[in-house]
């Protein structure tokens, strides 16, 4: 279950998408099974638990816990010879959901088999064209940010075991 992202996130703004009542459904599949899922390998297993115990204990949709609030909300911070910034937690969420859901929605299953969906009057543009892959390394770059805090502050995050994440391209 998503506590973070919601189909109307993507109703406005740079990631807006075209949803139906249909598609919508669609859409809140993927945000379902991306944000725990990106969540869980960002802050490994026991973090996330706490990070997800937390946001749950308080009624109004935010953390009692200070070290969840520097995480899930926007920073940016000198560290060494690097300023480090991370657009929060949920605006990261919505780069990989985003991601996801443009890059299956080209093919439809049906009986007869996966259908990549064609028009008349216009081409399909490739996932290069589309600039794809560089929405993707945005919310990489995030999660990256994020983990470099929690990596310098990791006396306030004993239970981090988070895995790295790369860049990609479509090369």
Partial sequence: MARFVSVDDFKVGK????????KEDD??????????SILIEMLGAALY?????DWDAVPINQFSEDRFQKIYYPFFLDFDYAT???????????YFIYFEYIRIQAFQNR???????????SQIAGFSKQGLFNTLNIGVDN???IQYYINDKSSDYPEFNGHKKGKTSWI
């Fill in 111 to 121: 009986v007869t088999g996966t259908k990549q969906t064609k028009t008349e009057n």
């Fill in 84 to 94: 480090v910034t991370s657009v929060g937690i949920k605006e990261m969420l919505m």
């Fill in 143 to 145: 999660y990256d940010s």
């Fill in 15 to 22: 990631l807006k998408l075209s949803t139906t009542n249909f």
């Fill in 49 to 53: 638990s706490e990070f997800i115990a």
């Fill in 27 to 36: 859409l809140q599949s993927v945000i379902d099974e991306v944000e725990p």
